[in-house]
C-alpha cells in the first residue's frame, strides 16, 4: 500500500508536484528555486546529477546511493513514518494558516534554525500553520512532498523560547488532520538520531515504516 514511500521524490514529481519537476535521464529533481532534492526511477547516474549540479550545486537525493564519483556523498538516514488514523487531541491554540504576505516571515523563521531548509519558493510545496505569539511567529508545521493519495508533514519547527509547550504536538494533529480531510494519508521523515521528535511522533500514532538515505551532493 504504502510502496511509493520507498521512493517519495520521485512518484511526487510524477504525480501531485509534477509542476515542480525537471527531468535529467531517469532521475526526477525539484525546481531549485523550490527544494533542492530530486530522486531516481532506480539509481541515480552520474551524468543526471552532473547536470542538475549545474543549477544547483548543494542537493539531496533520496534513496539508493547514485552512481557519483567527482566528490565523497554525506548520507543522512532518517525513519519514516506513516500515520493510519487521525490524532484524538484537543486543539487550545490558534493555528493559521499562513498566506503569501506571512511567507517572509515564515522563511526568516525557519533559516534561523535551519540555514539551508527552505528556498524563496518552498511555501509553494504545500500549505503552512503557524502559532503566534505577541505576533510573533514561535512555531510551524506545514507540507512538503505530495503524490495524488499522500502528504508528507514538515517542516516542525518550534523557536527554543517556547519548547515544552506542546505546539509541536498540536499543529502536527492539526496538519495531519488536514491530509485527511484531503483523503490522503500523512507521513514523514526525521532523522535516525532525533529520538525526542521520533517519542513524539509514535506518541501521536504514527507507525515507523523504515529508513530511508538522504545523499547529499555538494560541489
Same mark, same amino acid.
Given at each position: ?7 517519495p521524490?520521485?512518484h511526487? +514529481?510524477?504525480? %501531485? ?7 535529467f ?11 533542492a532534492? =530530486?530522486?531516481?526511477s532506480?539509481? =541515480? ?13 548543494? %542537493? ?5 546511493k ?10 543522512? !538516514? ?18 493559521? +494558516? ?27 510545496? =504545500?500549505?503552512? %500553520?503557524?502559532i ?7 512555531? !510551524? ?7 495524488d493519495?499522500?502528504?508528507? !508533514? ?5 523557536d ?14 492539526? !496538519? ?23 517519542? +513524539?511522533?509514535?506518541?501521536?500514532? %504514527? ?8 545523499? =547529499?551532493?555538494?560541489?
Open positions: 500500500m504504502y510502496q511509493k514511500l520507498d521512493n521524490v520521485y511526487s +514529481l510524477n504525480e %501531485f508536484h509534477k509542476k515542480f519537476c525537471l527531468n535521464g531517469s532521475s526526477k529533481f525539484y525546481d531549485p528555486a523550490v527544494a532534492f =530530486g530522486g531516481a532506480d539509481i =541515480g547516474q552520474e551524468k543526471d546529477i552532473t547536470d542538475y549540479a549545474k543549477i544547483c550545486d548543494d %542537493f539531496l537525493i533520496f534513496g539508493e547514485p552512481d557519483w564519483t567527482k566528490a565523497e556523498l554525506s548520507r543522512l !538516514v532518517c525513519d519514516q513514518y506513516v500515520l493510519q488514523n487521525r490524532i484524538e487531541l484537543d486543539l487550545t491554540e490558534d493555528i493559521v +494558516l499562513l498566506k503569501e504576505e506571512n511567507y517572509p516571515e515564515l522563511i526568516d523563521f525557519i533559516k534561523k534554525f535551519y540555514p539551508y531548509y527552505f528556498k524563496n519558493r518552498t511555501p509553494e510545496l =504545500g500549505r503552512y %500553520f503557524g503566534f505569539k505577541d505576533h510573533k511567529l514561535v512555531a !510551524v508545521t506545514g507540507e512538503r512532498m505530495q503524490m493519495n499522500m502528504t508528507e !508533514v514538515s517542516a516542525v519547527i518550534t527554543i523560547d517556547y519548547l515544552g509547550k506542546g505546539y509541536a504536538k498540536q499543529l502536527v494533529a492539526f !496538519v495531519s488532520g488536514k491530509i485527511f480531510d484531503d483523503n490522503k494519508t500523512p507521513f514523514l521523515h526525521v532523522a535516525e538520531t532525533n529520538t525526542g521528535a521520533k517519542k +513524539l511522533y509514535e506518541k501521536l500514532g %504514527f507507525d515507523h515504516r523504515g529508513t530511508i538515505n538522504l545523499w =547529499g551532493v555538494k560541489q
